[in-house]
């Protein structure tokens, strides 16, 4: 199994908007940080926002934050968004499936069963669990500056 580089990068920008809650961040910042396509992020940015997981201010002044608290965001729920544009096999597509086995074929069960047990595992992952505590994270992509020596409470889980 991949993730789509949409799925990956509907993670980066929630990741990214966590470590910085609070703050107005710019699409483009997060292109920068995430190594990323600043076009690829922007379609990514507008599917979260009308999924009602961020919301955006326009203008000068503007820019993408949070629109609910990342401990409510459920990162199957995320997944599941951009995952389920594109069937995982060609059995699983009902307009285009061309497959002689379709009818007869257990495998198709097994793959659904185990499909269901990756997103009832990631459902249970919240954005807090992915960014709380998580210093490697944190100074990746905070936009605020850092003072040497200053202390942060940080995991290394």
């Known amino acids: 199994m991949r993730l789509t580089t949409r ?7 929630l990741m990214f908007c966590a470590t910085n809650d609070g703050q107005l961040v710019r699409t483009s910042d997060i292109a ?12 990514v940015v507008q599917q979260l926002q009308v999924e009602g997981y961020l919301e ?9 934050r949070l629109a609910k608290p ?11 968004i951009f995952e389920t544009e594109i069937p995982f096999a060609e059995c699983f597509d009902t307009e285009r ?3 002689p086995l379709a009818d007869t074929c257990r495998l198709r069960s097994y793959v659904s069963r185990a499909l269901e047990a990756f997103y009832h595992e990631l459902d249970m992952v919240t954005l807090d669990d992915l960014v709380v505590g998580n210093c490697g994270l944190m100074e990746l992509l905070s936009m605020k500056p850092t003072f040497p020596g200053a202390f942060a409470e940080c995991s290394t889980q």
């Open 70 to 80: 990342a401990s409510r965001i459920s990162i199957g729920e995320v997944f599941r």
């Open 97 to 99: 499936n061309t497959c």
């Open 56 to 64: 955006t201010l326009r203008g000068r002044t503007g820019g993408i």
């Open 7 to 13: 799925t990956n990068l509907a993670a980066r920008v």
């Open 32 to 43: 920068n940080r995430c190594n990323a396509s600043i076009n690829h992020v922007a379609r």
